[in-house]
């Protein structure tokens, strides 16, 4: 760990009021922010000086929900219509072997990291090796193994089958991650509980997650509202809507992070909001679906918002951008309840308030972690540079990131990873991929 000092920099804090700093300096030592202003500062020690002129800084990403090994159905599941665990004709979680998993995930993590998500929460299968592969890439990796008692084998072909077997392994595996791995790497792992969602969980195992929960001290996250077959299902199977059914097990709070919440009606939103759910808005994700989940109204009921990615891709930058622009279009016109610093708190504080690391992370203050990406600005498409927040949300793309620092350690520099062989990441994803679809295509 070098101590660094980036220099000539305009720097987005985050802080609340949103303070803006143009020619400014940022100070790191032992991984955490030790100074920052404008002008030149006196550093006497040491250090690692970064000139960030024509730059601009801005605290990592917190992307919220996402499946890093999903990258296998990059550019097919998007035209398909529906989650891929609930679709034929695609590879399932359950067929993806150790190293396959490895190799995706690997992908996924890096492409998040060098588009400025210095931490991802994410969960899919075997995390247990998912995990630490990720945290190679420098960035923070916080997740959990689906949780569920169905069979997953069976689910895209519309059978649902509760078995205590399941659950207790599934449940079991993510305690199991917790006892392993969380806190570890100087606290860039970490582990939430993730029930995959109301449909795929009977009552009986979300219980016991609620349960686990209490016992560990950890929150929860899961899909939910994010179909209608969902919601059919459960008034079907629990005559309720599923948050409904989540506040009647204990699970709708705000140690809950909820991802989609598109099939909502009025007292859905009103029982979200009121109980403060931290709501992972997947903006890009669901329109490319057809759906627009109603986060005006979620908002204005008081749910707190975070951004992800969810599957096939990882641009938290683009993400920003189609949540303003799908808030803007349920308002009908641009109003001060959508701006750029709406979204870009989000896809930062937001998302740092619902991993519970508001104190750590999640904007650049003295005393939080040095997480950190710096935008290259030099760019046709981000001059002129009258407005630095207005051209990162409307116009740049994550691959305007020169530069990512994660715990005070530079991660990504020059657009390159700095820990891992990006070329070998690629050559591995692809080989898994391919065998992937290859034994779907032949099923």
């Avoid at 989540?246 to 709708?252: F, M, N, P, S, V």
């Avoid at 519970?356 to 999640?362: R, S, T, Y």
């Amino acid at each position: 760990m070098t101590d660094l000092l980036v220099r000539n920099a305009i720097i987005l804090t985050g802080a609340a009021g949103r303070p803006l700093l143009t020619d400014g300096y940022l100070l790191v030592r032992n991984g955490r922010i030790a100074a920052l202003g404008q002008g030149v500062p006196a550093v006497a020690e040491n250090f690692r000086a970064i000139d960030a002129r024509g730059k601009v800084v801005t605290p990592g990403f917190v992307n919220i929900h996402t499946h890093a090994i999903l990258t296998m159905v990059r550019g097919v599941a998007e035209d398909m219509g529906f989650a891929p665990a609930y679709t034929p004709g695609v590879p399932h979680g359950h067929e993806v072997t150790e190293d396959e998993a490895i190799a995706l995930a690997r992908l996924g993590a890096l492409e998040a990291l060098l588009f400025g998500s210095t931490l991802i929460n994410d969960t899919y299968v075997h995390q247990q090796l998912t995990m630490p592969a990720m945290a190679e890439t420098g960035i923070r990796v916080w997740g959990s193994g689906r949780i569920h008692d169905v069979d997953f084998s069976r689910v895209h072909l519309a059978e649902w089958e509760h078995k205590p077997e399941i659950g207790d392994w599934s449940l079991g595996e993510a305690v199991e991650l917790y006892e392993r791995f969380h806190g570890k790497e100087n606290g860039r792992l970490g582990v939430h509980l993730a029930a995959h969602a109301p449909d795929t969980c009977s009552r009986w195992l979300l219980e016991r997650i609620r349960d686990e929960r209490d016992r560990l001290g950890l929150r929860v996250q899961s899909h939910l509202s994010q179909s209608r077959l969902e919601v059919e299902r459960i008034r079907e199977r629990d005559g309720m809507s599923p948050p409904e059914l989540y506040d009647d097990i204990g699970l709708l709070d705000d140690r809950l992070v909820a991802a989609h919440c598109i099939h909502v009606d009025a007292q859905d939103i009103a029982r979200i909001g009121g109980r403060r759910v931290h709501v992972a808005h997947i903006a890009k994700g669901n329109q490319t679906g057809g759906t627009i989940a109603p986060t005006t109204a979620l908002r204005k009921a008081g749910a707190q918002f975070a951004l992800g990615t969810d599957n096939m891709h990882a641009d938290m930058v683009e993400v920003m951008r189609w949540a303003l622009n799908s808030g803007r279009v349920q308002e009908g016109h641009v109003t001060d309840f959508w701006q750029p610093h709406t979204v870009f708190e989000m896809a930062t504080m937001g998302g740092a308030r619902a991993m519970g690391l508001e104190n750590e992370i999640g904007s650049l203050e003295v005393g939080k972690k040095a997480d950190m990406v710096i935008f290259d600005y030099r760019r046709p498409h981000l001059v002129p540079n009258i407005e630095p927040l207005g051209n990162l949300v409307h116009t740049a793309q994550g691959r305007d990131v020169d530069m990512v620092i994660v715990d005070g350690v530079v991660v990504v520099e020059d657009g390159r990873p700095l820990h891992v062989d990006q070329d070998e990441i690629l050559r591995d994803a692809q080989r898994a991929a391919e065998s992937l679809w290859s034994r779907a295509r032949a099923a």
